[in-house]
């Protein structure tokens, strides 16, 4: 079922909204107990349920059902998304976990107007890390699993004049390389915080207000680092300043 469709038959049934948003994506629900809660009864709630399944937003786990991913993110953002239609982000949905998304963020993913898809090697987006820094006026902020091994005489005019932020992963600290990279980058005025590598679901960086490109996990749960959403859309970039608020307040500052 096409997006719009699926959007539409959704919201036309307070009964099916209803059981929706009982549902979780990771705790089994038997039907009895969706009707008690519901207030559904049980013949109904069945006859929804078996809809809702082969819809694929709902899947059966014996004699309990959960929400699927697709299920998950619809019924977040189904209160927020007046218009479904000639909508860009399914395919990428698909191919990622966008349901790691906190929910109270996740409910404007997608309603951007100018933002396009962007497919690199993942050594041609590090290697940009430089032109990035070095194209903001007013800061610079960044996501990554892994340290950012720039050599920052190559970004020495910024050092000191505008914000410069790194958000990675406390697995870095495992690696000695990787630390010697983060000593040098604190004794520039860069700052860093640390958060848990499951904590960090978004992988991306910000320039200044006026451009950002992020991408997230994909099927596997493996960091996509070849495929992005770029663009310049007011509402895009204050999305994605958003998440990296929430996992920099997640972080733990990083101290030599």
Known sequence: MMAMKLYGYLVSSKNRIKIMKTLSIDNLMKSKEISKKTGLSWQTASAELNNLLKLKVVNKVGTGYVLTEKGFFLITRISSLPSFDKWAFESFVHDHQIHRIPPMILKDFGIWKNVDFMAMHATDFLAKEKDAIMS????????????????????????????????????????????????????????????????????????????????????????????????????????????????WELGTPYEK
Not at 149 to 168: A, T, V
Not at 211 to 221: H, I, K, M, P, T
């Open 136 to 247: 903001c006026n007013i800061q610079y902020r960044a996501i990554n699993p892994n340290v950012t091994k720039i050599d920052l005489s190559l970004i020495e005019d910024k050092l000191g004049k505008i914000p410069i932020k790194f958000i990675y992963s406390k697995q870095a600290l495992e690696d000695t390389e990787s630390r010697a990279y983060m000593d040098e980058q604190i004794e520039n005025g860069i700052s860093i915080k640390l958060i848990d590598a499951d904590q960090m679901y978004m992988i991306g960086r910000l320039l200044d207000l006026k451009e950002a490109n992020v991408s997230f996990r994909n099927r596997s749960g493996e960091f996509d680092f070849s495929n992005y959403i770029v663009g310049n859309d007011e509402e895009f970039i204050f999305w994605c300043r958003r998440n990296f608020h929430y996992l």
